[in-house]
């Protein structure tokens, strides 16, 4: 029962600052004259991009359940829409940082950035899921953290 009821207050808590911090976010960047044309560009794209890892994520589920490894609906439809909202969130923060920047990111540093957070929560998303363990997940946070400092980080060999 008090799964339940800390399953309720996640759900709808989060669902709650997310709203919130959407219309915070929005409401500054309108101050600061940020809600133009390339801000809608950006988050469309990213949103584009996001769907291809939504996909992906979705055939690693599916043959997860082929393999015979059993999972209940609630979860895969939570891993699918984290992985599609991170991945929106990321691919966002980095096309807006891409944009903003005088040199822009290498795109070979981005994907090997992006390969390594993904990576590493593929993995340890299928070690939580056949150990049952949840725990897992949060020894992905170092190399996804690295693998972002790698894909937002620019090229300091770049000569002026």
Known sequence: MSEQILGMIGLYGGAAFGILGWWFGRRMAKKQRGLDELHDHIWQKARSISWYFTLGSTY?????????????????????MLVHMASWGIIGVILSINMNMTEPLKPSRVKFGISIVAVSLIIFAILSITTGNWWFLIA??????????SALTPDKSVTD
Do not use: N, Q, R
């Open 140 to 149: 992905s946070i170092p190399p996804s953290t690295l693998g972002l400092i």
């Open 60 to 80: 690693v589920l599916f043959s997860l359940i082929l393999f015979g490894i059993e999972i209940k609906a609630g979860m895969l439809l939570g891993i699918i």
